[in-house]
């Protein structure tokens, strides 16, 4: 190859390198790699069906969870509380570690029912006051 060139495009020097890495740490590598910026990442299974992949109930899951924080933000625009910059959040592409998702997941299960409850009452409280 020739010499290093700082990039986005697709025409530049590239190799192909193939990675062997164990399930008990793949989390952690492909996020390491992921915030470098630097790597391109091939499905290797691409016949294999969502369905089929071991990861399916992890993204099941963490759709589930975006889900929550989609509701969560619909909830604060419609009391219209004022919510911080995401710039005001130190290192904010960083991925979370497993446990930090975990956290998270426990915490909005549990702030979903929460708040549903508080509607739930509030309309409550509504109809009676008619």
């Not at 190859?1 to 062997?20: A, E, H, I, N």
């Not at 995401?86 to 909005?108: G, K, M, T, V, W």
């Amino acid at each position: 190859m020739g010499p290093q060139k700082d990039t986005l495009f697709r025409s530049s020097d590239m190799s192909l390198t193939q990675l062997y890495i164990a399930n008990e740490i793949g989390r952690e590598v492909v996020s390491a790699l992921g915030e470098l910026g630097e790597v391109q990442f091939r499905d290797l299974n691409s016949e294999t069906t969502a369905f089929q992949r071991t990861f399916t109930k992890e993204i099941r899951r963490l759709d589930n969870v975006e889900r929550q924080l989609r509701y969560f933000h619909t909830q604060v625009e419609k009391a219209s509380i004022p919510m911080r910059s995401q710039y005001e959040f130190p290192n904010i592409l960083a991925a979370p570690s497993a446990s930090e998702i975990d956290e998270l997941a426990e915490r909005s299960e549990s702030l979903e029912q929460r708040i549903a409850s508080l509607n739930d009452s509030y309309e409550t409280l509504k109809r009676r006051e008619v």
